[in-house]
Protein backbone atom coordinates (compact mmCIF):
# COMPACT_ATOMS: atom_id res chain seq x y z
CA UNK A 1 0.00 0.00 0.00
CA UNK A 2 1.63 3.40 -1.23
CA UNK A 3 0.68 6.96 -0.02
CA UNK A 4 -0.73 9.12 -1.94
CA UNK A 5 1.67 11.77 -3.27
CA UNK A 6 0.29 14.53 -1.23
CA UNK A 7 0.42 12.75 2.46
CA UNK A 8 3.93 12.01 1.47
CA UNK A 9 4.66 15.67 0.80
CA UNK A 10 3.39 16.57 3.63
CA UNK A 11 5.21 13.78 5.88
CA UNK A 12 8.24 14.69 4.46
CA UNK A 13 7.49 18.46 5.67
CA UNK A 14 6.61 17.80 9.07
CA UNK A 15 10.03 15.52 9.38
CA UNK A 16 11.55 18.58 8.03
CA UNK A 17 10.02 20.87 10.23
CA UNK A 18 10.62 18.45 12.91
CA UNK A 19 14.76 18.29 12.60
CA UNK A 20 14.68 21.90 11.97
CA UNK A 21 12.79 22.46 15.46
CA UNK A 22 15.24 19.71 16.78
CA UNK A 23 18.48 21.90 15.48
CA UNK A 24 17.05 25.11 16.77
CA UNK A 25 16.25 23.76 20.25
CA UNK A 26 20.03 21.85 20.40
CA UNK A 27 22.02 25.42 19.10
CA UNK A 28 21.31 27.42 21.70
CA UNK A 29 21.70 24.77 24.14
CA UNK A 30 25.42 23.59 22.80
CA UNK A 31 25.90 27.39 22.52
CA UNK A 32 24.71 28.89 26.27
CA UNK A 33 25.25 25.14 27.58
CA UNK A 34 27.70 24.57 30.01
CA UNK A 35 30.60 23.35 27.76
CA UNK A 36 29.36 25.95 25.09
CA UNK A 37 30.60 29.32 23.69
CA UNK A 38 29.95 31.22 26.91
CA UNK A 39 32.01 28.24 28.87
CA UNK A 40 34.80 28.66 25.71
CA UNK A 41 34.93 32.11 26.29
CA UNK A 42 35.52 32.33 30.34
CA UNK A 43 38.46 29.89 29.76
CA UNK A 44 39.79 31.67 26.80
CA UNK A 45 39.80 34.60 29.62
CA UNK A 46 41.48 32.68 32.30
CA UNK A 47 44.07 31.88 29.98
CA UNK A 48 44.81 35.04 29.13
CA UNK A 49 44.95 36.44 33.27
CA UNK A 50 47.21 33.19 33.48
CA UNK A 51 49.65 34.32 30.81
CA UNK A 52 49.93 37.77 32.26
CA UNK A 53 50.67 36.11 35.40
CA UNK A 54 53.11 33.99 33.90
CA UNK A 55 54.82 36.87 32.59
CA UNK A 56 55.10 38.85 35.81
CA UNK A 57 56.40 35.96 37.65
CA UNK A 58 59.01 35.49 34.80
CA UNK A 59 59.91 38.95 35.52
CA UNK A 60 60.42 38.91 39.46
CA UNK A 61 62.18 35.76 38.30
CA UNK A 62 64.57 37.37 35.97
CA UNK A 63 64.86 39.80 38.83
CA UNK A 64 65.77 37.41 42.12
CA UNK A 65 68.39 35.41 39.35
CA UNK A 66 70.06 39.43 39.00
CA UNK A 67 70.09 39.76 42.46
CA UNK A 68 71.81 36.39 42.89
CA UNK A 69 74.36 36.84 40.97
CA UNK A 70 74.90 40.50 42.38
CA UNK A 71 75.02 39.00 46.03
CA UNK A 72 77.59 36.45 44.65
CA UNK A 73 80.14 38.48 43.94
CA UNK A 74 79.80 42.23 44.45
CA UNK A 75 80.70 43.21 48.45
CA UNK A 76 79.00 46.47 48.23
CA UNK A 77 75.59 44.56 47.43
CA UNK A 78 76.18 41.93 50.44
CA UNK A 79 76.70 45.28 52.75
CA UNK A 80 73.55 47.31 51.82
CA UNK A 81 71.43 43.44 51.96
CA UNK A 82 73.16 43.45 55.46
CA UNK A 83 72.64 47.14 56.94
CA UNK A 84 69.39 47.44 55.29
CA UNK A 85 67.25 43.82 55.85
CA UNK A 86 69.55 43.05 58.90
CA UNK A 87 70.66 46.22 60.21
CA UNK A 88 74.16 45.60 60.80
CA UNK A 89 76.22 48.59 61.06
CA UNK A 90 79.95 48.76 59.98
CA UNK A 91 83.28 49.31 61.82
CA UNK A 92 83.81 53.49 62.68
CA UNK A 93 79.49 53.59 61.34
CA UNK A 94 77.61 55.60 63.84
CA UNK A 95 73.76 54.96 63.92
CA UNK A 96 71.16 58.03 64.61
CA UNK A 97 67.39 56.84 65.09
CA UNK A 98 64.95 59.30 63.82
CA UNK A 99 61.77 58.48 65.41
CA UNK A 100 58.39 59.97 63.53
CA UNK A 101 56.57 61.45 65.81
CA UNK A 102 53.11 62.02 63.50
CA UNK A 103 54.07 65.27 62.49
CA UNK A 104 53.73 66.88 66.24
CA UNK A 105 55.47 69.60 67.91
Request: glycine fraction near 10%.
Amino acid sequence: MTLPKRVSIWLWRLAAAAVIAAALGYIPYRVYGSEGYVHYRALAEQVKELERGNLARAAENSHLHETILRLRDDLDAIGAVARDELGMVGPGEVVINIEDDGGKP
